[in-house]
């Protein structure tokens, strides 16, 4: 008696009475959709299907790789961020990055997008199915052992939480990201994988100074990084006697030597627990 | 023999001093500037700290490498573009620059580090805005960052102050300063002292309350607040009456840095009109401290002083400008004061310690007012009602001025416009604008000037009148130049002596609010202003 009662607040009930099985599903519906309503947001109705993120890539390389790129890990030149780790940040939701799509960003390069309702959750779909898969890994270490290891190792380079150095990335929240595999890749063999805003160069004055850093940007007659003490420094190139590009991370590589695999395992369980 | 044994301990001294510079290399990193290197403010010719230059509000630079005689051939040497749209207003900001590195606040929060030396940046901040801003959406713009070791602090149009990592852009703390729901926005430069980030608050034009706060740079916990409205029986209150609900909303905004004078340890700030801007019958009274000049204690943020421009304003006359601190020959005397170009169209000199007016004369044709009374109050001619006084945006704005000292010039950017005002009272409604009543301004008749007047009088000593009423700010420089931006996008320099100009540039956008910077760069002397979405460098030419 409560479900016919539920059905008929709905105004196109009045005329007709329909199938048993469309009104379970309308009912169903309704059950999703008066909870996420109350707390104003909308549910994806596409979530987690697969042949969703499938059309949802499709229409993403026909309309927005031009900007975010063809793999939406954004193009080097153009302010439209990497999109494969929209749901690590705090706070986010399907609802909210299909508002985006849809209204895009004021004042900024994302306009907003007259796409349908379904193809803009397919969208949502597909960006969600481009997070990390084992991003939920769990960790079997010592989180204490891990945060000192992290402080006399890590924190020099890397922000962890608002403290720490700025040579390398910040780590914040980095577990939710980026798998474990290429987490323990990026500790073991840190030249494998030289990510944008973080390619090593190395430069020599003109009075044969010799300077390492990391480039933040460059063009044909200047060059800008950040050195070793973590300085912001830009040059022009025509006051360089040399540049030079290796091919080896400005991070120290951590072996079985420096650390072992249960110091590994107590430093991912620490990062994880951020 | 002597001589060989000096030529080698000279070659040992070389030697170690090289080798002290190449450990420092893979030393220590570098800290950023500290409140003592703020304090010197342009003691070091090759940063500019704060968004003054230095706490006093003067913004004038010691800088002589640029001259009347050569200032002729600046010439471009890079353009930034920001990427970002900008409701009409564009940039209002003033750079800060730091070891070769330009920190830069701009329209919808974006912000930047770029290269001084090429233009190009090393980060961008963008911040994810909510979509129903109120005041920030109709002003979507922001006036630059404080500074403070490796700390940067910025506003943010819903009314948060945040806190970043100047190396990476990284945020290290957000906070809220107020409910943008409501009618808040934040657009100031934070005014940095030691340990303390101050700044203030947009809204006045909504049913909102304003405040000047004080906040702990390393943890964002706020250490006091000053209400600009004072609550029911507080002291002041008695200049409204006596309704908590119109006190609630009375209005009085921040929205302008501040200066400082850390020996008498006061801040100076401006407060804004008071809500609604122009219907004045359901706050009967002067309504403090909107309009004035405020002087806090900068540990407490107890007010020691304040001086009212604009009793009970009609106008929408804020009086966020940058208070201008100098010491001073008075009548014959040293003295400490504070000057003030006013949007009511008066320029006033004031004791800085204890607040006593020593001046206020008009510097405009203002027909509102031609002069103050004995007790510092202005004999009110025309209210707005009848005619052809200064429009809303007033006889000058936020856009700063500059003092030179020696000539004793206080030198401005005034507005001269006609305006008539017709109150009627508004609803009020959170969220929503409540000016009560319209404003209709006679274009033909509206004209600007770079005015140049002498403080110790108020007279002017030179003009260089522009076509539009325009809002580009002033620097000046100790060889004796005066820099200026007007409303069709000129960057300028003066003869300090004359107002003859010696250059311009045309940066292809009105500048609104920029004041320049200048700055030493490899041996070059630096000026730029920052003019709608481009930010460009000038230098003499190499030789």
């Known amino acids: ?274 | 023999m002597n001589k060989s044994i000096d030529r080698i301990y000279r070659k040992q001294q070389i030697l170690f001093v090289l080798f002290a510079l190449m450990a420092g290399q893979s030393g220590a990193q570098q800290q950023g500037p500290t409140y003592e290197d703020i304090l010197q403010g342009f003691a070091d010719p090759q940063r500019w700290l704060t968004y003054s230059g230095d706490y006093s509000g003067k913004r004038h630079s010691p800088l002589e490498q640029i001259t009347p005689a050569n200032v002729g051939q600046l010439r471009p040497i890079w353009t930034f573009q920001t990427g970002t749209t900008t409701r009409g207003r564009g940039f209002e900001t003033t750079p800060l620059v730091d070891n070769g590195v330009l920190y830069v606040t701009g329209s919808n929060n974006y912000a930047w580090a770029i290269d001084a030396r090429s233009g190009r940046a090393f980060w961008q901040y963008r911040r994810n805005l909510p979509d129903d801003l109120t005041y920030g959406s109709s002003a979507p713009v922001n006036r630059g960052f404080g500074m403070l070791g490796n700390q940067l602090f910025m506003v943010t149009l819903d009314a948060h102050l945040l806190a970043f990592d100047r190396r990476n852009g990284e945020i290290l703390w957000d906070v809220q300063l107020a409910d943008y729901r409501v009618g808040y926005a934040a657009t100031l430069a934070p005014l940095v002292i030691d340990d303390k980030v101050i700044v203030g608050i947009s809204g006045g034009e909504y049913a909102t309350r304003g405040f000047i706060d004080a906040y702990d740079p390393g943890t964002g916990e706020r250490i006091w607040r000053f209400n600009t409205i004072p609550g029911p029986g507080e002291p002041g209150s008695e200049t409204w009456p006596d309704d908590p609900e119109v006190l609630a909303r009375g209005g009085g905004g921040t929205w302008m840095n501040g200066s400082y004078d850390p020996d008498l340890n006061l801040i100076y700030w401006g407060v804004g009109n008071p809500n609604p801007d122009y219907f004045g019958d359901l706050r009967p009274g002067d309504n403090l401290y909107s309009n004035s000049l405020v002087a806090l204690d900068a540990d407490t943020g107890e007010l020691r002083w304040h001086y009212q421009f604009t009793p009970h304003d009609l106008n929408d006359w804020d009086s966020n400008h940058m208070p201008v601190l100098a010491d001073i020959q008075w009548r014959g005397l040293p003295r400490k004061v504070v000057m003030v170009g006013n949007r009511n169209g008066f320029f006033y000199v004031l004791d800085r310690a204890t607040g006593d007016l020593l001046l206020g004369e008009p510097f405009t044709a203002t027909s509102w007012a031609r002069e103050l009374d004995a007790q510092g109050r202005p004999i009110v001619l025309n209210d707005g009602s009848e005619g052809c006084v200064p429009d809303p945006w007033g006889s000058t704005n936020f856009m700063p001025p500059s003092f030179y000292p020696g000539l004793d010039l206080f030198i401005l950017t005034a507005r001269e416009t006609c305006a008539t005002y017709v109150p009627e009272e508004p609803r009020y409604v959170p969220g929503q604008a409540s000016f009560g009543g319209v404003v209709f301004i006679d274009g033909e008749q509206g004209y600007g000037a770079l005015r140049a007047l002498d403080v110790h009088s108020g007279d002017l000593a030179w003009e260089f009148t522009y076509p539009s009423p325009t809002f580009g700010g002033v620097m000046t420089t100790a060889s004796g130049l005066v820099f200026a931006g007007d409303h069709e996008g000129n960057f300028m320099a003066f003869d300090v002596n004359t107002g003859e100009n010696l250059w311009h540039y045309q940066t292809g956008s009105r500048i609104w609010g920029a004041a320049p910077i200048t700055f030493m760069l490899d041996g070059r002397q630096i000026v730029m202003i920052p003019s709608g979405t481009t930010l460009t460098a000038f230098a003499l030419p190499e030789h």
């Open chain 1, 1 to 274: 008696m409560q479900k016919l009662k539920i059905m008929t607040k709905q105004p196109y009930f009045v005329t007709a009475v329909p199938g048993i099985t469309v009104l379970r599903g309308l009912l169903l519906t309704a059950v999703l959709l008066i909870p996420a309503l109350a707390l104003g947001q909308a549910v994806n109705p596409l979530d987690s299907s697969p042949r969703a993120a499938a059309a949802g890539g499709s229409l993403f390389r026909a309309q927005c790789a031009t900007c975010h790129g063809a793999d939406a890990r954004g193009i080097a030149g153009i302010q439209a961020p990497d999109l494969t780790q929209l749901w690590s940040q705090p706070g986010q939701s399907d609802s909210a990055v299909f508002q985006t799509i849809r209204n895009g960003i004021p004042g900024s390069i994302m306009p907003p997008h007259a796409f349908t309702d379904t193809e803009t959750w397919m969208l949502v779909t597909y960006l969600k199915s481009l997070g990390p898969a084992d991003s939920m890994a769990s960790y079997g270490g010592d989180r204490g052992r891990g945060a000192r290891l992290f402080d006399k190792n890590c924190s020099g380079c890397h922000l962890l939480n608002g403290s720490g150095g700025a040579l390398g990335p910040d780590l914040t929240g980095i577990a939710t990201r980026r798998s474990r595999q290429s987490l323990v890749t990026s500790i073991r063999e840190p030249g494998a994988v030289l990510v944008r805003g973080y390619r090593p160069v190395t430069l020599v004055t003109r009075d044969n100074l010799r300077i390492d850093g990391t480039i933040k940007s460059e063009d044909a007659f200047s060059i800008q990084i950040m050195d070793r003490k973590q300085s912001l420094r830009g040059f022009r190139k025509k006051d360089l006697a040399r540049l030079h590009y290796p091919d080896r991370s400005l991070m120290p590589e951590f072996n079985q030597a420096t650390l072992n695999d249960s110091e590994l395992e107590d430093l991912l369980s620490y990062l994880a627990g951020q």
